[in-house]
């Protein structure tokens, strides 16, 4: 593992998070409180924000068929701090883009992508968008668990599990733990300043 390569991924995603954290939470852009917009242009915009953070979080880094990256990091973010639109509408871009890249772990990852917005929209709807950053980083943790399940689940002959075991899958976990961490970080700080 090209470790330099690793470094400058995890930067430019947590990079990302924290500067949409800091824009949003300045503007108050998406807040529900905020009456500058109709709530469907910011229901859209929740989603294409998300949605593009996605797919940056998409570029990671790639050894022996896994893609370390970041995408749930930002449907997580979006669904938490902005509902089912930003949860659901930033999984379908993700889903799209991830898509084209094709290979052995794209439908285990689509299928995760799906049930990770679904779930944010039970949580959203208990929690009403009041998450602790702590809570948000926990609820990270077994959705990408759940990720990685289902490649073991879905790759035959055992490979998903070489793949998993094999491959540092922890990293996955925690690249998408610290970008929603990063997010709920600097949104909240920025909100008070």
């Known amino acids: 593992m090209d470790l330099s390569l690793f470094v400058i991924l995890i930067v430019?995603?947590?990079?990302?998070?924290?500067v949409i954290g800091v824009f949003l939470g300045k503007?108050?852009?998406?807040?529900?409180?905020?009456?500058?917009?109709?709530?469907?242009v910011k229901e859209i915009a929740s989603a294409m924000v998300f949605g593009l953070m996605a797919v940056v979080g998409t570029y990671s880094y790639s050894t022996a068929g896994v893609l370390y990256n970041s995408r749930n990091g930002a449907i997580i973010s979006g669904g938490l701090y902005f509902g089912p639109i930003a949860a659901l509408g930033s999984a379908i871009i993700a889903i799209l883009y991830r898509s084209t890249w094709?290979?052995?772990?794209m439908f285990p990852?689509?299928?995760?992508?799906?049930?990770?917005?679904?779930?944010?929209?039970?949580?959203?709807?208990?929690?009403?968008?009041?998450?602790?950053?702590?809570?948000?980083?926990?609820?990270?943790?077994?959705?990408?668990?759940?990720?990685?399940?289902?490649?073991?689940?879905?790759?035959?002959?055992?490979?998903?599990?070489?793949?998993?075991?094999?491959?540092?899958?922890?990293?996955?976990?925690?690249?998408?733990?610290?970008?929603?961490?990063?997010?709920?970080?600097?949104?909240?700080?920025?909100?008070?300043?």
């Open 12 to 18: 430019l995603n947590l990079g990302l998070a924290v």
């Open 27 to 40: 503007t108050g852009l998406l807040d529900r409180e905020d009456q500058r917009f109709p709530p469907v």
């Open 102 to 105: 094709g290979g052995a772990t």
């Open 109 to 193: 990852c689509l299928l995760a992508t799906a049930i990770a917005a679904f779930v944010l929209m039970i949580i959203y709807d208990r929690w009403g968008g009041h998450v602790t950053i702590l809570k948000a980083m926990a609820i990270t943790i077994p959705i990408e668990v759940f990720h990685l399940a289902l490649v073991v689940l879905f790759i035959p002959q055992g490979q998903g599990w070489d793949l998993i075991v094999n491959n540092a899958s922890g990293l996955v976990i925690l690249m998408s733990t610290l970008v929603v961490g990063a997010f709920g970080i600097s949104y909240n700080w920025s909100k008070r300043k």
